[in-house]
T-cell receptor, first 113, second 112 residues
Framework: EADIYQTPRYLVIGTGKKITLECSQT?????MYWYQQDPGMELHLIHY???????EKGDLSSESTVSRIRTEHFPLTLESARPSHTSQYLC????????????FGDGTRLSIL | GENVEQHPSTLSVQEGDSAVIKCTYS??????FPWYKQELGKRPQLIID?????GEKKDQRIAVTLNKTAKHFSLHITETQPEDSAVYFC???????????FGTGTKLQVIP
């Protein structure tokens, strides 16, 4: 089934660890996005990509990095996790044409101890 | 850049009543306005959207209206049901390779 998949769903890890959150979509979408969201709160855009080898920083300052080597894959990496990174991270994708909504993944709930 | 303001931040209604959520945007180039519903612990999902060349769109109990002159758009939910309880986000974008800007969300509680 065409969808957008995020792994892991939950992650509890210690301070200073390197973390990669995975996001893959099988819809052939050009655009992909990462949002940070505390439960039920505002969506903060942290990174986006409009195609392979294209990445941009979003509105929220973040110590994370992203890569887009394949159309379907858009991983988010935290080089050294801190307690302030504790949050939910949502990945989304959309078609490159006009008037197309974003499709969201189920999210990764990250807790840094 | 685009700025989207959303009101109210919380809304409680009795089951069967109507609910209205309002958003304003700043960029006159914005031409696509989706609305998302996020249930507790779930992903945001599109419930309705409207393009700038349309003033109103309806889908069963849900409708969206757009006033381009005033730069505001609203979500209307009629005959609310407990399963309508969720956080609702409005969004605006000029489309193409421009970013989507989300509102800050409205937590709707429908009281049985």
């Amino acid at each position: 089934e065409a969808d957008i998949y995020q792994t892991p769903r939950y992650l509890v890890i210690g301070t200073g660890k390197k973390i990669t959150l995975e996001c893959s979509q099988t819809m052939g979408h050009d655009k992909m996005y990462w949002y940070q969201q505390d439960p039920g709160m505002e969506l903060h855009l942290i990174h986006y990509s409009y195609g392979v080898n294209s990445t941009e920083k979003g509105d929220l300052s973040s110590e994370s990095t992203v890569s887009r080597i394949r159309t379907e894959h858009f991983p988010l990496t935290l080089e050294s996790a801190r307690p302030s990174h504790t949050s939910q991270y949502l990945c989304a994708s959309s078609d490159g044409t006009h008037y197309q909504p974003q499709h969201f993944g189920d999210g990764t709930r990250l807790s840094i101890l | 850049g685009e700025n989207v303001e959303q009101h109210p931040s919380t809304l409680s209604v009795q089951e069967g009543d109507s609910a209205v959520i309002k958003c304003t945007y700043s960029d006159s180039a914005s031409n696509y306005f989706p609305w998302y519903k996020q249930e507790l612990g779930k992903r945001p999902q599109l419930i309705i959207d409207i393009r700038s060349n349309v003033g109103e769109k309806k889908d069963q109990r849900i409708a969206v209206t757009l006033n381009k002159t005033a730069k505001h758009f609203s979500l209307h939910i009629t005959e609310t049901q407990p399963e309508d309880s969720a956080v609702y986000f409005c969004a605006a974008t000029p489309g193409g390779y421009q970013k989507v800007t989300f509102g800050t969300g409205t937590k709707l509680q429908v009281i049985p």
